[in-house]
Structures are given as C-alpha cells and as structure tokens.
C-alpha cells in the first residue's frame, strides 16, 4: 500500500517545518499571534506543544524563530530564553 499523505507529512517532518515557518515569518501582511499559534498547532512537535499550557519545547536559536517568537510572547501566548551554552530557546507555554 502506498503511503498516505498523513504518513507522508510524518516521516517528512523535519524538513517540511522549516518552510512552513518561512512562509509564515514572509507572509504580508505580517502573521499575528494567532496565525502563528494555528501553525505551530499543525505542524507537529515540538511546536504543536504550543498549545499546551505549562508545556516547555526547545526550538532552534535563529532570527526566524526569534521573529516568531517575539510576535508569540508579545501575544502572551509564551515566553522563551536563549538555553545556556546551546544554540536553542527554551519555549515556556501560558
């Protein structure tokens, strides 16, 4: 049996989040909190854990997830902090 698409977008991950996220940062006019908290919602972990209040996630600590984030903690959707000594944020959910 072929694989479905579901199974597609799993296995796939990792390399289709990060255009996902492109377009979004590129999008005008420019995505809000809400845009931003949908997407993350869909595109699977470690971002759908945006959604989860309490819940903590480590994403990369690049400007396209520091214009992301901004617009999410000026939301009060969650805050994050550069982790010591690693390129990542640490991402805290509200």
Do not use: M, W
Not at 20 to 26: E, H, S
Not at 76 to 91: D, G, P, S
């Amino acid at each position: 049996r072929p694989p479905q698409p579901v199974e597609l977008f799993q296995t796939d991950r990792d390399s289709t989040q990060r255009p996902v996220l492109q377009l979004l940062q590129a999008a005008e006019p420019e995505a809000t909190a809400d845009h931003i908290y949908d997407v993350f919602t869909a595109i699977g972990v470690p971002y759908s854990n945006i959604n989860q209040a309490g819940k903590q996630f480590e994403v990369e600590k690049d400007e396209l997830h520091t214009a992301l984030l901004t617009t999410l903690q000026d939301g009060k959707v969650c805050t994050f902090r550069k982790k010591r000594a690693k390129e990542l944020y640490t991402v805290n959910v509200e």
